[in-house]
C-alpha cells in the first residue's frame, strides 16, 4: 500500500472519530470503500443498520435512494452521500405523477415499492420491499387486494412467480442486471460444471430460470458462506465478488458476467468519503412531508424484515 492511502484512510478515520460517524456501503461499492466501511451489506441490511446507529453522521456509500431511506429513518441524523451523480437509473424509471395514474386507474390496490424508488414513490405506497424481503412482504396482502408493484418488472415478476400472486408490473428494470445473459450463465456453467450458480432476481427471467437459487445480495453472501459448493458462479454486479472472496478465501467466485457493472455505485471513493467528511457535504435530507409518508411504507417492510 502505497503511503498516500495509508495517511489518506487515516485522515477517514481520524475525522470518522472526531464527526461520531458511521460508514455504510453497500455490497456493489468498490473494494476499497468496503473495507472502509463500518458495515457492508444489501438495502435491507443497511436499512435496519441506519435505523439503529446511534452515530451522529451516516456516510452512505451507495446510491441516492439508499441515502433517502436512511434520512426517512433517521431525521435527526446527517446524512452524507459522497456524490451525488450516485443515482440509479431504475428509481427514475416511475415517477409521483404516473403512480398516481395508475393507482386511479386501480382504486383500492395495494401500491408495493421495491426500495431503489425515490422518497416521493415511497411516499405514494403502501408497503416497501427488498429483493431479500418482497415475497414476504407480498404473501402478507389479502389474496382479494389488487397489487400494483414498482418499479421493477422482473422482481415483480419473479415475487408473481413464487407467490402465486397476480400483480400490475411497472415497465422498469436494472439496466446492469439486464446484462446478464442466459448465454453467460450457459458459458460460466459449460467452464465450471460443478459450480453453484447464485442469480440476483432482478436479472430477466431467462437468466433466473438457469440458477440454482435466486437471492438477494445478503443471500448471495450467506448462501456462499453455508454452501459446501467450492466454485460458485454469482449473477449481480460484480462488486460483491470482492466481499465473497474476502470471506471465503477456501472458495472460488466467477462472475456470470463481467458486464454487470454499475457505473453509478462505482464513483464513490475513499478521496470523495474524505471531502465529504471534511466539507459536510453532500447531505441528502427528506422533507418532512415526505419523509413521514414514505417512513410509513418502509416502516411496514422493517416490521416484517
Given at each position: 500500500m502505497e503511503d498516500s492511502d495509508v495517511k489518506l484512510k487515516e485522515e477517514i478515520v481520524d475525522l470518522k472519530k472526531r464527526r461520531n460517524t458511521v460508514i455504510l456501503a453497500h455490497n456493489y461499492q468498490l473494494g476499497e470503500v468496503q473495507d472502509m466501511a463500518d458495515f457492508v451489506g444489501d438495502s435491507l441490511e443497511l436499512s435496519q443498520k441506519a435505523a439503529t446507529t446511534e452515530a451522529d453522521v451516516i456516510v452512505f456509500c451507495g446510491v441516492h435512494f439508499m441515502a433517502e431511506t436512511a434520512s426517512i429513518l433517521c431525521p435527526d441524523k446527517i446524512v452524507l452521500l459522497p456524490d451525488m451523480n450516485a443515482g440509479c437509473p431504475m428509481a427514475n424509471m416511475v415517477t409521483v405523477p404516473r403512480l398516481r395514474e395508475k393507482k386511479k386507474e386501480h382504486p383500492g390496490a395495494t401500491v408495493v415499492c421495491y426500495v431503489n424508488s425515490t422518497a416521493a414513490v415511497k411516499a405514494e405506497s403502501d408497503v416497501c420491499c427488498t429483493s431479500a424481503n418482497a415475497v414476504k412482504v407480498v404473501e402478507k396482502i389479502p389474496v382479494n387486494e389488487e397489487i400494483i408493484f414498482v418499479p421493477d418488472q422482473y422482481l415483480g415478476g419473479y415475487v408473481a412467480a413464487q407467490t402465486g400472486r397476480k400483480m400490475i408490473l411497472w415497465p422498469g428494470y436494472c439496466p446492469t442486471h439486464?446484462?446478464?445473459?442466459?448465454?453467460?450463465?450457459?458459458?460460466?456453467?459449460?467452464?465450471?460444471?460443478?459450480?453453484?450458480?447464485?442469480?440476483?432476481?432482478?436479472?430477466?427471467?431467462?437468466?433466473?430460470?438457469?440458477?440454482?437459487?435466486?437471492?438477494?445480495?445478503?443471500?448471495?453472501?450467506?448462501?456462499?458462506?453455508?454452501?459446501?459448493?467450492?466454485?460458485?458462479i454469482i449473477g449481480t454486479e460484480i462488486g460483491i465478488i470482492h466481499r465473497l472472496r474476502k470471506e471465503n478465501p477456501g472458495k472460488k467466485f466467477f462472475p456470470a458476467s463481467e458486464q454487470a457493472v454499475c457505473p453509478r455505485m462505482k464513483l464513490i471513493t475513499l478521496e470523495s468519503i474524505l471531502g465529504s467528511l471534511e466539507e459536510m457535504t453532500p447531505e441528502v435530507k427528506v422533507p418532512e412531508r415526505i419523509r413521514l409518508r414514505a417512513k410509513a411504507a418502509v416502516d411496514r417492510m422493517l416490521e416484517i424484515g
Open positions: 439486464i446484462r446478464i445473459r442466459p448465454q453467460d450463465i450457459s458459458r460460466q456453467r459449460a467452464e465450471h460444471p460443478q459450480a453453484k450458480v447464485l442469480v440476483h432476481p432482478e436479472c430477466r427471467p431467462e437468466a433466473t430460470a438457469l440458477a440454482d437459487e435466486v437471492l438477494s445480495t445478503g443471500g448471495i453472501i450467506r448462501l456462499s458462506r453455508e454452501t459446501e459448493a467450492a466454485e460458485i
